[in-house]
């Protein structure tokens, strides 16, 4: 047993089966929507959570957490608010990464790309499906922005939810929208034994095609 906070100490050992190349499906969007699947089934709190990487004019690096809300064969997408610290990022530098972090079961999946603004007519369906309170928090909140205290933030709140009773539609805030994240390689990592993990990854090629690599661990 180890000492509380022994960090050096920590360490699991993962026995995963082997992932082959035979193993993944012929696309990567497949391959991600069945470990997305897989994750659901174990009981993974929000397996379409994805941590995202994002880096400033000057090259310092941020991450954050988004949830993935489409995916198809050319994007993944995501939603924020575009003048957050990501949205300004990526207005400057597209390029970014988002990392699948199932570490309950030895599992993770990165995907590099480019992102930019998704549709105004895809923004405006997604944001109306969204309960009410998130609609709300949308409009309220100037995401990176710094407060003064959470009071300001909770008048901002009862602000908008005067001005939009519940029950009432609730309009889009021009700030506020997908991205679409078109990847040029997506990497499927699962853990094994004495840290020999398998990792497989999808890159795409200069004519358009995807190809498949094995990497070291």
């Known amino acids: ?3 509380p906070n022994d960090l050096a100490a920590m360490r699991r050992r993962y026995d995963r089966p082997p992932l082959r190349r035979a193993d993944l499906a012929p696309v990567w969007d497949q391959q991600l929507r069945q470990w997305i699947a897989d994750a659901e089934a174990a009981g993974i709190a929000e397996p379409n959570a994805m941590v ?8 310092r690096p941020r991450t954050r957490t988004v949830l993935l809300k489409d995916l198809n064969d050319e994007r993944l997408t995501f939603y924020t ?3 957050s610290a990501k949205g300004r990022d990526l207005a400057d530098n597209p390029w970014c990464s988002v990392t699948f972090p199932w570490i309950a079961m030895a599992r993770q999946v990165t995907v590099v790309g480019r992102a930019r603004r998704g549709s105004d007519d895809a923004a405006d369906a997604y944001f109306a499906s969204r309960p009410y309170g998130s609609q709300i928090g949308a409009v309220a909140s100037p995401q990176s922005e710094v407060l003064t205290s959470r009071t300001v933030l909770e008048e901002r709140e009862a602000e908008a939810r005067a001005q939009y009773p519940e029950g009432s539609a ?8 997908g991205y679409d994240l078109a990847p040029v390689s997506v990497e499927f990592w699962q853990g094994r034994a004495d840290r020999l ?9 200069a004519d358009g095609a995807w190809i498949v690599e094995r990497l070291a661990p």
């Open 1 to 3: 047993m180890t000492e």
């Open 52 to 59: 995202l990487a994002t880096a400033s004019p000057d090259g």
């Open 81 to 83: 608010n575009y003048s």
């Open 170 to 177: 609730v309009p889009r805030p021009w700030h506020w929208g």
């Open 197 to 205: 993990h398998d990792r497989l990854r999808y890159v795409r090629t």
